[in-house]
C-alpha cells in the first residue's frame, strides 16, 4: 500500500475535487504528486494539516482506486505503480460524452460470473467479443497481449460500427466498447458491463491482468469471458470449469505438429535436421519461422584438443563467442578466442546462438536467413527467419514453424515450464493457421505431455495439473520469492533460501501469503509466482 497524508482542500476547489482526482501536495520541502483516496476525513488530534497546492484534473475513478488498492496487496506491488496506469499521460479536465447515453449504475446487469473458455489456436476470436458487446448493458472492456493485436481488434470493431474508445478521456466518460493490452485492466470505465481476455494465459508479468479483470467484473456485476487455447493449472482450478468446443473442432484449430526425435538422429546434422531442410524447400516461397530461445552466436564452448569447457577466468562462468573473442555474460570479462586450459584456438560449439545458425542456414539452403531477437528493429523481409522467442510475437502469419530446441522450454528451470512451452506451440499454430500449416518441433522428449497434447490439439491431455497438486506447487498453494539480504521472519508461511539474498515463501493460499508479505513492502522486492 502507498502511504496515506491528509491534507486541507482550499474553498476553491471543494466542488470540483472527487476521489481518485490527481493532486499536487507539499511533502517534505517539495511538491509531489498524488491522488485522493477520501474526502472529509478527521485528521489525528493536533495535528495541523497543510493545504493542497495543485489540482491535477481526473484520476481514475473510486471503483479503479479500489481495485487498485486490491491489486497493490495481491500482487504485493505498490499502489502508486497501479495508478500511474490507470491515470491519463496529460491533465484531462472534461470528459466528452459518451454515445448512447451514459454509463449504468452499480447492479443494473445481468448476474456476475466468470466464464473459462479454451478455443483453438487459429479461430478468430472476434465472435467472442461481439457475442459479449451484444449482450452487454453498459462499457465492455476487451484485453489482448499486446498493443498491435488491440489495435487490429478495435479496427476490426469501428468496422462494424461500433463506438471504440480512443482516449483516456472517453474511456472515462463510458465509451461503450474499451480495447487494450494488459494496462488496459486500469481503463477508467466507470462501471464494467462485461469483460473479455483473450490469450488469458498470456497476460501474467508483475500483476495478472487477468485476475485484475476478473475481480473488476464481479465488483461491478458484469460478466466476465477468459478465452485461451490453453489455460493455465491455476486458471482451471479458480474458474473453471472449462468450456471446451467439440473434439473435431478444437483439433482442426492446432498446426499439424512433426515431430523430430533428436534421440535417434545424426548427431553430425547438429540443429538442423534434414526434416528441417524438407520443410523449407516445401514451404517454399511461403515464410519458414525457426525458433531457437538463445542469442549470439555460441553460447557454449569446448576446445577442441584438451576438451575443456570455455568458461570465465574471473567468475568461472561459461563464454560465449562475439565476433573474433569471448566474452562473459555475467561479468563482461573479454579475452582472445582461445582455451584458457591449454590455448588452443581450436574450439568446437557445444550450444549455438541465433547468429550462428542463421549463418549455417543461409548456406544451407541457398538463400537470405533475418535474424530476429527482442532488440531487432523491424522484422527482416526475408522468406527464413531464426530467432528467440520474440519472432513468434513479431510475425503474424508464416507456412511453417520451427522451434529448434524444444528441451530448453520444456525442461526450463521454473515451475510454469510445461504450460510456456504449450503455449508457445499454441501460438505456433495460430501463426500458421491451424491444420493449414505445419508446426516442426525436435526434442529428445517425444512422450512429454505438452508434446502429446500439441499432436492431438487437446490441451486436457497435459497432467501439469495432477503433478502440482502431488507436488502442493499454486493453485494448491501459493509462492512469492523475496529479494532481501536475510531471511524475513513471516507469520503462517514457509521461508527457505533460493540463492544469495533470494528467498521463496510458500503459503497454503495466496490470501494468507499476501498478508504474510504485506509488512515488506516498500523494503523489498517481492515477486509473486502463484500465476
Known sequence: MGAR????????????LRVGARVRVPFHGRRVAGWVTALGTEPPPGVVL????????????????ALAEWAAWRFAMPVTTLLRAASPARNV?????PPGGVARAPGDGRAAGVTLRRLPPARDLLGVVLDAIEGADGPVLVLTPSTGWSERLAGRLRGRGLDVASSWEE??????????????????????????????????????ATDVVAERAARDGAPCTLVSPCPTAVQRVRYGPVVTEERSAER???????????????????????????LARRVR?????????????????????????????????PVEMIDDGLSCRSCDAVR??????????????????????????????????GEVTAGTGDVPPTQVLVGTEAVLHRVRRAAAVAFLDFDQHLLA???????ASLALLARASRIVGGRQGTVLVQTRLPDHDVVRAAVAGDPGLCTELELRRELSLPPFSALATVRAEAAPVLDGVEVSPLGAGRWLVRGPDHRVLCDAVAPLHGGVRIDPDDV
Do not use: M, N
Open 5 to 16: 497524508f491528509d491534507y486541507v482542500v482550499p474553498e476553491r476547489w471543494r466542488d470540483q
Open 50 to 65: 497543510r493545504e493542497i497546492s495543485k489540482l491535477s484534473g481526473y484520476g481514475p475513478p473510486a471503483t479503479v482506486l
Open 93 to 97: 479536465w472534461d470528459l466528452p460524452r
Open 171 to 208: 474511456a472515462a466518460s463510458g465509451w461503450p466498447v474499451v480495447v487494450g493490452s494488459r494496462a488496459a485492466a486500469w481503463a477508467p470505465v466507470p462501471v464494467l458491463g462485461a469483460a473479455v481476455v483473450l490469450d488469458c494465459h498470456d497476460l501474467h508479468d508483475r500483476y495478472d
Open 252 to 278: 482442426v484449430g492446432w498446426a499439424a505438429l512433426c515431430v523430430v526425435d533428436r534421440r535417434v538422429a545424426d548427431p553430425r546434422t547438429g540443429l538442423l535436421c534434414e526434416e528441417l531442410v524438407e
Open 285 to 317: 516461397p511461403e515464410r519458414l519461422v525457426c525458433v531457437l530461445h538463445r542469442t549470439g552466436r555460441a553460447r557454449l564452448l569446448a576446445c577442441g584438443a584438451c576438451g575443456a569447457l570455455a568458461r570465465c577466468e574471473r567468475c568461472g562462468r
Open 336 to 369: 582472445p578466442l582461445a582455451c584458457a586450459s591449454c590455448g588452443s584456438g581450436r574450439l568446437k560449439v557445444l550450444r549455438q546462438g541465433v547468429s550462428r545458425v542463421r549463418e549455417e542456414l543461409e548456406a544451407l539452403l541457398s538463400v537470405p536467413v
Open 413 to 419: 528451470p521454473r515451475f510454469g515450464a510445461a504450460e
